[in-house]
């Protein structure tokens, strides 16, 4: 397939992802924009352009690389919650996950130690979650801003996926995979919402996120484990469920979340 026609494609993935997100909105968006849009298409191609096994290693990468998400996740909020600038929120995000690519490099050969690590990170960034009752609600009436949440989150995407496909035998597979799972959405998307509505808009969205990153370890998981023996199309397509019913589910848990916050405050 022509590279021009990978972007595109991926491009527009992205950027029906994010219109669905700014319907929907809070929690329900982060775990919409914590779907693999950009990971999934970039395995695709690798395993188009460099065969099976090289995409199954990279998936495993991408499933250790959902640590990075939870670990800048969990700092922002805590940030956040000081009424820091979002540029101080943002530096405290990117430098914890500047300290977990040591550990994702190292756990990122292998399925087994990947999903341990995110899995961990991911659910430790869950249970310390900063409660959302408490400090400034946020804000009504946001305006619109179509080019920031929509056009420039997707040419990054397609632009990332892109150029993965014809670099990854010069990287490796666990760069490679990496590279592939950068929040590039959920980070973009976090900053517009604490801009436009708040830190505490940024902050739900953001929780929203971490739970959908138990569907993106769902769906590297399932595509490292089945590429190799039944394609590219067949493992993408059971990857793909196994992520919708993950997020599903983290849906529904969300969903009680305001239920459970009344019964805290008594």
């Known amino acids: 397939m022509d590279w021009w026609a990978k972007s595109l494609l991926t491009m527009a993935s992205v950027a029906l992802v994010l219109a669905l997100a700014r319907r929907w909105g809070g929690s329900a968006a982060g775990i919409v924009a914590g779907l693999p849009t950009t990971t999934a298409p970039a395995l695709g191609w690798m ?69 341990g690590l995110a899995g961990v990170c991911s659910v430790l960034a869950w249970r310390a979650w900063p409660p959302s009752f408490g400090g400034a609600p946020a804000q009504a009436d946001a305006p619109a801003r179509p080019w920031i949440t929509t056009a420039l989150p997707a040419i990054t995407a397609g632009t990332l996926s892109l150029g993965l496909a014809a670099a990854g035998p010069v990287i490796g597979t666990v760069v490679a995979g990496l590279l592939a799972s950068l929040p590039v959405v959920s980070v973009t998307v976090a900053l517009v919402q604490h801009a436009d509505r708040g830190a505490a808009a940024a902050r739900q969205f953001l929780l929203g996120t971490v739970a959908g990153l138990f569907g993106r370890m769902a769906f590297g998981t399932v595509f490292a484990a089945t590429v190799p023996g039944c394609g590219i199309g067949t493992a993408m397509a059971l990857a793909a469920g196994a992520a919708v019913m993950v997020n599903l589910a983290c849906m529904a848990r969300l969903a009680r979340g305001p239920a459970l916050e009344r019964l805290a405050r008594g």
């Open 47 to 115: 395993a188009h352009e460099q065969g099976a096994p090289f995409a199954a290693h990279a998936a495993a990468a991408t499933v250790a690389a959902c640590a990075l998400m939870a670990a800048f996740a969990l700092a922002y909020a805590h940030a956040s919650l000081r009424l820091r600038p979002r540029g101080v929120a943002l530096a405290w995000g990117a430098a914890a996950a500047l300290a977990m690519v040591g550990p994702v490099l190292a756990a990122g050969h292998h399925l087994l130690p990947a999903l």
